[in-house]
């Protein structure tokens, strides 16, 4: 797991380190689930069965709290999460979410309502995306099978901006503004995070950018991602234009080592780097406050995929990986590397759910990796 392993991450006395205990004296992390909506209601519960047997063959316990909080919740009260929701999120040592949104609801109710404010509040400003082809997984890409590369995607600022808005509504004069931004302190510590990521795999970091059309923030862009990343040892810096890495990512998927980019960017780019790996169902994603300040994130890349959900079908690898990222952040390295072991044995095997060319459903794969697991069989 060392690719998801966060470097800049300095222990403090607080609880966001995940050390707790239980009355035994056992180590217990204490985490707060959303399943959310679609999906993220199919692929939680099947991550945290797994979870759980990782767990209790490492030794320690996994506390879960579920929130009730989504679409759902939007309906009945007419809002995402309560009024207190963030604070008792804060509580957490972590936050463990499925998918937000719901196709009859507007997304900037649902999205701006939970998934946003919880990346904003708590500072998680790295979203930690690896992408590598798994064993088992036909890419559709041709000279993918070595592909092994880490999205690191500024999550807090940049092209998602609220600084805007809409003026003569309906008339033919109408229009929308919206502004980006971009700090000196945002691009530093995203680059310096990537820095730091990539001295201890390949050392190459790609700083995605677009320099030549947006002529304000990406060249402000470059210049900090430039400085941040000046002298330091081990670590080699390339800038390529967006529209170029989107094709490169198809020609040389095996080309990248670190790639940092602005909030738009990254995700288009692991949406795209996830499909290269065989399905954006098995990408994990990690939003994470490197401080520790606060809890960090850790959910799949994909959303609540309305078009299969309810049918048994969604590939719950991207929310088990986000869930071993989670164990590592943790301290729970071992059982991490568990959980990545047994899914990846299960796709070995051949056990695949449809988005990735298989016939399982959910069940029949997380019961295969929970059999990995240590988990009995059901008996006949
Ligand atoms: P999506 O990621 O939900 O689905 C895109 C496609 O990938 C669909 O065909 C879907 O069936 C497939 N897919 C996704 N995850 C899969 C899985 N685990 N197994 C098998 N197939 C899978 O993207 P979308 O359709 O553009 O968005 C649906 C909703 O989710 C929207 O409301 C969107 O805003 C939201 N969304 C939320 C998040 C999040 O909560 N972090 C992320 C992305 C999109
Ligand atoms: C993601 C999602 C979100 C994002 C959306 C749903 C706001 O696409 O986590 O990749 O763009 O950050
Ligand atoms: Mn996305």
Same mark, same amino acid.
């Given at each position: ?19 707790s ?71 957490h ?50 000279? &993918?099978? #070595?592909?092994?590369? *880490? @999205? $690191?995607?500024? +999550?807090?600022e %940049?092209?998602?901006s ?89 020609? &040389?998927? #095996?080309?990248?080592? *670190? @790639? $940092?980019?602005? +909030?738009?960017? %990254? ?12 399905s ?30 309810g049918q ?14 989670m ?32 016939? &399982?459903? #959910?069940?029949?794969?997380t ?6 697991? %240590? ?6």
């Open positions: 797991m060392s690719a998801n392993t966060p470097r800049t991450v300095t222990a403090t006395t607080d609880r966001h380190n995940g050390i205990a239980d009355p035994t004296g056992a180590r217990v992390h204490d985490v707060a689930v959303i399943a959310g909506d679609g999906i993220g209601r199919e692929v939680v519960p099947a991550a945290i069965r797994c979870l759980d047997l990782a767990a209790a063959r490492h030794g320690f316990g996994l506390a879960w709290r579920e929130y009730d909080w989504g679409s759902d919740h939007y309906r009945r009260h007419g809002a995402m999460m309560p009024p207190d929701g963030l604070d008792r999120l804060h509580a040592d972590a936050i463990f979410l499925g998918a937000v949104g719901a196709p009859d609801i507007p997304d900037t109710e649902t999205l701006w309502g939970l998934l946003i404010p919880i990346r904003r509040r708590f500072s998680q400003y790295v979203n930690l995306r690896p992408v590598r082809t798994l064993p088992g997984v036909p890419s559709p890409v041709r000279g &993918a099978d #070595t592909m092994d590369l *880490v @999205i $690191v995607r500024e +999550n807090v %940049g092209e998602y609220e600084v805007g808005g809409r003026i003569y509504r309906g008339e033919p004069a109408e229009a929308a503004i919206q502004e980006a931004v971009f700090t000196r302190t945002g691009i530093t510590r995203v680059a310096a995070f990537a820095a730091e990521l990539a001295a201890g795999r390949r050392g190459l970091v790609t700083s995605v950018t677009k320099s030549n059309g947006i002529v304000h923030t990406m060249p402000f862009w470059d210049e900090v991602v430039e400085q941040t990343l000046a002298g330091r040892p081990g670590v080699r810096l390339e800038k390529i234009l967006v529209d170029a890495m989107a094709a490169k990512l198809v020609l &040389a998927p #095996t080309a990248f080592d *670190v @790639i $940092v980019a602005s +909030n738009l960017f %990254g995700d288009i780019l692991s949406d795209l780097a996830g499909a290269i790996a065989g954006i169902g098995v990408a994990p994603s990690a939003n994470l406050n490197p401080e520790r300040d606060h809890p960090s994130m850790f959910e799949p890349v994909h959303g609540s995929a309305p078009d299969i959900a048994g079908v969604a590939n719950p690898v991207g929310q088990l990986w986000a869930g071993a990222m164990l590592d952040h943790l301290g729970e390295p071992a059982a991490a590397a568990d959980v990545v072991a047994a899914f990846e044995a299960v796709l070995a095997a051949g056990v695949r759910t449809p988005d990735l060319g298989g016939t &399982a459903g #959910t069940e029949e794969f019961a295969a990796v929970a059999r990995h697991l %240590g988990e009995a069989p059901a008996p006949h």
